[in-house]
Each structure stands twice: as structure tokens, then as C-alpha cells.
């Protein structure tokens, strides 16, 4: 009797084993295409720039050298480096709190609004879906100095014509003015988002209370409950504009004298157009550094943003 | 008052609709003028003539426009379907089976939504040079095929799918895999959809991995076809170039129009990614 039980529970148990080891088979299988995939394009790569980094190496060069940490004192000491990494922030440090204070501006604007929501949610939406070089290419002729109707409003207006693209002074402004148009739209919706979650109970119960002003009841409930959205939009922002190249590449490739050079551009002109590897690789180890850690940053809050809701 | 705040409000919600979409009038506006006309400063939106329709038919027929929509959406399409058919098998494993390396694929999914395309560029590049894979359709889709964003889109998905379901499944004798594909894809494919739109659009607009593997104008994807055509071939003729920057923006921005809630939903999905 014990021993059938015995026996029972051992053919269980070992039945319950075949199962476990089956479902591990199968889990292996599943994943193994995605797994073959990250390992030859994400980790092998990731250890190869920090490689290449480390090493002279120049492409189509047969022997490489380890150069140790050369290419990062390169990079410190160049002034093109410096140059564009300055103005990668300032750009960005532009981009940034026009792009956030807009879209938050337009949120509220469209959900106070009881007609046209959807019209105008699409309209502002609408650079984000559109093809960033094309929009880039109708800027720029917009902005030409003699033909683009920009100017002709200008010279209209009495104003002088400005040569917005092609001055060291007003390049960097006109293509964040344009990353701006290109990122409210998407800040937009993500505050839309985060708006929906805060109930409207506590307005009423902000009016009854005695603010009475939309004015006052967005500093005393809306502001502080959409805190959290607030900060990760803003890491939203930064990162995106941190990471600006189309505008660039395609219209100003960097000039004039290197007053619109960005960090994304100097890798690619570096890495693909010089072919200095290690160089490049260096630059590109240092932007990830940064952009890492914002990313965490992101998740933290975003960690918080998910508890709010 | 309360009505003049109403009307003020949306008066405002009017002029910033008319500034944001300004450059898109503006661009249709003039892919359809001739050259004499823009070259004659007008402000008007509306072509003097009809002469402007040539722009089109120049940049559709007498231009590779049309090769470089192709491309675009060959690409795109390549690029969607492999990242489902990695993600998705490996989504479920991830999200509901046991076994000994999870955690691992877990930190690899985590550490690929950290990195973008630019920091892996220069190894891949190098490793594409050595196989002679540059210059190649396989170039432009093979570095995004393991989505690690698809993986953690989809595994989110699976876990809020309780177990029982799939349990009364396996007790009416289905495998896994028709557990997946008769199951749980059907269910899958409002969030399928949210991620296809998101890939598409990326990979669509994307400019800095083509313009590093693609060399021949015949491989152009649109964005990268519109800055060849610029510099090799439009000239001066802006007609042509504002003609051919809608017919590369339209299919895009048709497809947001029709289906405008699920695109929003789907390219906000990118803020998780950064």
C-alpha cells in the first residue's frame, strides 16, 4: 500500500521533472532567434566599440594597435569635440522647455476646448508622423533667404531679410525652432495622457474650496498630480533633441563654420565619412555614457509615474 | 464671460492649428507652382496656373521617386516581420514558461532598450564591410531584427493574460505552439498593431543608418532619396523638390489621418524607448 503510494508519487514527481525540463526546451526554442539576433547585433557590438575605442584602428587599416585611453584625451582636447558637444546642449537646452512648455500649453488648451478636439490634437500631431528629412527640406526652402515665403512676409513687413540657415548666429536657433515644431505635437499627447489620469472630482473639489480661477486650480491640483509626467516628458525631451541629426545632416551638415555641428553628426562624419573608428568609437562611448544615464533616470520615474495611476 | 473665454481659447487653438500646419500648405502649395512663379517671390497659396502639375508627373515618372517609395516600404515590411517573428515566440517564453536562462534574456531586452542603433553602428558597419554586405537591402534591416522593445512591449501583454486560459488550453491537449498561434495572437494583435505603427514610422523616417550603409541610389529609402535627389538632381527646381517631399510624406500622414487614434497610440509607445 505504502509502497504503490511510494511509487505513485515518485512517477509523479519525475513526470512533474519531464514537464519542467520539457517546458525549458521549449521556452530555449522560442527564444532563440532573439537571442541570436541581440548577441550578433547588441552585445558583440557593444563590446566592439568600447574595443575599437581602446585601439588606433582606422577602417581598411591591417594591423591595430592598442592605443588605451589616447582617443579619450583626443577627444577632450579637440576643439571641433568641444564645439559640438556645446552646441548639442544648447540645442537641447533649447529644444527642451520650448518643447515641453508648448505641448503642456497645448494639452490644456485642447482639453478646455469643447470643439475641434480631435482636429486640432491631429493637427499638432502631425510633424511627429511626418518624414523628418522631408519636413527638414520645405523648412529650409521656407527659410530661403530670397525665395522662401518667411522672408517675403519679412521684406513685406518692412523688415530686413534674414539668412536664417546659412549665419552662425541664427543657425543653431532656427533648427531648434524647428525641433520644437517637430516634438510639442508628441509632448502633447503624452501630457493628454497624463492629464486623463487625474480625476475630475478633485477640481470640483479645488473650486469648492475656493479656487475659482482655471488659473488656480491648475497650480493647486493639476501641476502638482502631473508632477511626475512633467519630469519624464522633460527626460523625453531632452534625450530626443540630444539625439539631433536628420535636421542636420540634412540641411545644414554642420555649418556654416561648424556653428550647427551636433554630436550625432561628428560621429557620422568621424566614423563613416573619415573612417577614424577608434576616434569615433570614443566620441560614441562617451555620448552613450550620458545618454545611459538619463535613460535610467527615466525608468525611475517612470517607475513612480505607473504607482501614481 | 464664460462665453468670451470659450471663443478667445479657441480662437488661439486656431492660429497655433494654422502656424503648426503652415508648412505642410505651404509645401503642397508649392509642388504645385512652376518654376517662374516661385521664382517670382509670390506669397499666394494658390498656383497661378496649372503648369505646376508637371512637378508631379517629373518627380513620379522621370525621377526614381517612386523606386525609393519601394524600397521604403520593402524595408519597413522586412524589418516588422522578423521583429515579430523573433519577439513574439520570445515575448511568450519570457512572460509565461520556466526556465533557467529568463533572467538572462530579461537583462538583454533591458540593455537594448538602453542602446540605440547609433552606438552599435561603427561594429556592425565594420562586420558588414568584412562579409560584403554593405549596400544591400540585408544591410538596412538585419541590425534592428531582434527588437528588444517588441520583447518587452509583448511580454507586458502576455503577463496580464491569466494562466488559467492557457491551463484549460494545455488541458484540452493544444501544444504550445497552437497555444500561441490560435490563442493568444488573435489577442496579441491590438498591441501587434501599436508596435508595427511605431516600427514603420521609425524605420521609415529613419536617415542615419541608410545614409551609412546605402551607397547605390537604386537602394535609396525615401528619406535618404530626398536628400540624393536635392543635392543630384533637383537644382533649383524647387517645384520638383516640394513635389517630391509630399509624395514621400504622404503615405505616412494618409495613414495617420485614417487611422489617427491607433497612430498616436502607437508612436507614443516610443516614449518607453527614448
Not at chain 2, 564591410?129 to 511580454?155: E, G, I, N, T
Not at chain 2, 513635389?243 to 495613414?255: G, I, R
Request: hydrophobic residues 55%; glycine residues 6%.
Amino acid at each position: 500500500m505504502t509502497r504503490s503510494a511510494l511509487a505513485t508519487a515518485s512517477r509523479q514527481l519525475g513526470s512533474a521533472q519531464t514537464a519542467a525540463r520539457t517546458e525549458a526546451r521549449i521556452a530555449w526554442i522560442l527564444v532563440l532567434p532573439f537571442l541570436a539576433g541581440a548577441v550578433v547585433f547588441l552585445i558583440l557590438p557593444c563590446i566592439g566599440v568600447i574595443a575599437m575605442a581602446l585601439s588606433d584602428w582606422q577602417l581598411g587599416d591591417s594591423n591595430i594597435r592598442f592605443a588605451g585611453l589616447q582617443n579619450f584625451i583626443e577627444l577632450w582636447r579637440d576643439d571641433i569635440f568641444r564645439q559640438s558637444a556645446a552646441n548639442t546642449v544648447f540645442y537641447a537646452a533649447l529644444v527642451t522647455p520650448a518643447s515641453v512648455i508648448l505641448g503642456l500649453w497645448l494639452a490644456l488648451l485642447i482639453e478646455s476646448s469643447s470643439i475641434g478636439r480631435a482636429f486640432f490634437r491631429s493637427a499638432f500631431f502631425l510633424p511627429v508622423v511626418s518624414t523628418t528629412v522631408a519636413m527638414a527640406i520645405v523648412w529650409e526652402f521656407l527659410l530661403h533667404p530670397s525665395l522662401g515665403p518667411v522672408n517675403a512676409l519679412l521684406s513685406a513687413a518692412g523688415l530686413p531679410r534674414q539668412s536664417f540657415l546659412s549665419s552662425a548666429s541664427t543657425v543653431l536657433p532656427t533648427l531648434a525652432m524647428i525641433g520644437v515644431w517637430e516634438n510639442a505635437g508628441y509632448n502633447m499627447v503624452l501630457f493628454m495622457a497624463g492629464l486623463k489620469a487625474i480625476p475630475r472630482d478633485l477640481h470640483d473639489a479645488a473650486a469648492v474650496d475656493g479656487a475659482h480661477r482655471p488659473w488656480e486650480r491648475f497650480w493647486t491640483v493639476t501641476f502638482p498630480l502631473l508632477g511626475p509626467t512633467l519630469v519624464f516628458v522633460v527626460i523625453i525631451s531632452f534625450l530626443r533633441s540630444f539625439r539631433v541629426f536628420e535636421t542636420v545632416a540634412a540641411i545644414t551638415q554642420g555649418g556654416p563654420q561648424r556653428a550647427s555641428e551636433v554630436v550625432l553628426f561628428t560621429i557620422y562624419r568621424e566614423g563613416f565619412v573619415y573612417f577614424r573608428v577608434g576616434y569615433a568609437s570614443a566620441l560614441t562611448v562617451a555620448f552613450t555614457a550620458l545618454l545611459l544615464t538619463l535613460t535610467i533616470v527615466k525608468f525611475r520615474f517612470l517607475d513612480r509615474r505607473v504607482h501614481y495611476s | 464671460m464664460k462665453l468670451l473665454t470659450v471663443s478667445l481659447r479657441f480662437a488661439l487653438l486656431c492660429v497655433l492649428a494654422i502656424v503648426f500646419l503652415a508648412p505642410f500648405a505651404y509645401m503642397l502649395a508649392f509642388s504645385l507652382k512652376s518654376a517662374s512663379e516661385i521664382f517670382s517671390g509670390s506669397l499666394s497659396l494658390l498656383p497661378s496656373s496649372l503648369d505646376g502639375f508637371v512637378n508631379y508627373s517629373s518627380v513620379l515618372f522621370e525621377r526614381p521617386l517612386l523606386l525609393y517609395l519601394m524600397n521604403g516600404a520593402i524595408v519597413c515590411a522586412a524589418i516588422l516581420f522578423f521583429q515579430l517573428l523573433f519577439a513574439l515566440p520570445c515575448a511568450y517564453a519570457v512572460a509565461k514558461l520556466r526556465f533557467a536562462g529568463r533572467e538572462l534574456v530579461l537583462g538583454l531586452v533591458l540593455l537594448g532598450l538602453l542602446i540605440p542603433i547609433q552606438v552599435t553602428a561603427l561594429p556592425i558597419y565594420a562586420g558588414f564591410a568584412q562579409l560584403r554586405l554593405l549596400d544591400s537591402y540585408a544591410a538596412l534591416v538585419l541590425p534592428f531584427v531582434s527588437s528588444a522593445f517588441a520583447v518587452f512591449l509583448f511580454r507586458q501583454f502576455f503577463r496580464t493574460m491569466p494562466d488559467d486560459l492557457l491551463d484549460a488550453a494545455r488541458l484540452d491537449g493544444l501544444g504550445e505552439l497552437s497555444i500561441m498561434l490560435r490563442i493568444l495572437l488573435p489577442l496579441t494583435l491590438p498591441a501587434a498593431t501599436a508596435f508595427g505603427i511605431f516600427s514603420v514610422v521609425s524605420h521609415w523616417n529613419d536617415l542615419f543608418w541608410p545614409l551609412v550603409v546605402i551607397q547605390s541610389p537604386e537602394l535609396n529609402t525615401p528619406p535618404l532619396g530626398l536628400i540624393y535627389f536635392r543635392s543630384a538632381e533637383a537644382g533649383d527646381r524647387y517645384g520638383e523638390l516640394m513635389a517630391a517631399t509630399v509624395v514621400v510624406t504622404v503615405p505616412l500622414v494618409a495613414a495617420f489621418l485614417l487611422a489617427q487614434r491607433r497612430f498616436i497610440e502607437g508612436i507614443s509607445l516610443g516614449a518607453l524607448k527614448g
